[in-house]
Every structure is written in C-alpha cells, then in structure tokens.
C-alpha cells in the first residue's frame, strides 16, 4: 500500500519509519523536504493498511501532523 503524508520536521519522519519497520516491511520511501521550513512530505510503500499507520504514528508524541495528513495514493499518482 502506498501513501502520502507531511510531518512537522524530519524527525518524526525518522521517528515514525523506525515504528513502522518494527512491525511491517518498508518496500520504498521518498522524502521531500520544504527547503525553507523544517516540514517533510513523504511518500511510503508499506507492506500494511492505512489504518496500521495511522496507529502507529497516533503511538508517538508530537506526530499528529502525520495522523491527519496520511492519505492512500492510487498507482497513477505515485512518483518514480
């Protein structure tokens, strides 16, 4: 399953990958960082559900940012 999210900074990006390898398998990520903020957009390939990440990252302090902007990404729209 892919998806997109944001995170405030790239911390709880590191933060919420570490959570997410320990339960499933991690088949691509893409990170883009703002260039001026400390926000990151991601895109991950995930061998779970939405909603596992969802509670993962729901798991870690100060990563309400990731929760509410995880969204499934269809295959057209995933990036190279």
Same mark, same amino acid.
């Given at each position: 399953? !892919?998806?997109?999210? =944001? ?7 590191? =933060?919420?990958?570490?959570? #997410?390898? %320990?339960?499933? =398998?991690? =088949?691509?990520? &893409?990170?883009?960082p *703002?260039? #001026?903020?400390? *926000?990151?957009?991601? @895109? ?7 909603? *596992?990440?969802?509670? !993962?990252?729901?798991?870690?302090e100060?990563?309400? &940012?990731i #929760? @509410?902007?995880?969204? %499934?990404?269809?295959?057209?729209? #995933?990036?190279?």
């Amino acid at each position: 399953m !892919i998806c997109n999210f =944001r995170a405030e900074c790239m911390l709880d990006v590191l =933060r919420f990958i570490d959570g #997410v390898s %320990q339960r499933f =398998r991690i =088949r691509k990520i &893409t990170l883009m960082p *703002d260039p #001026v903020f400390p *926000d990151v957009e991601a @895109e991950l390939d995930a061998s779970c559900a939405l909603a *596992d990440l969802a509670a !993962i990252a729901g798991e870690l302090e100060d990563c309400h &940012t990731i #929760v @509410e902007s995880l969204e %499934q990404v269809s295959a057209a729209n #995933v990036s190279p």
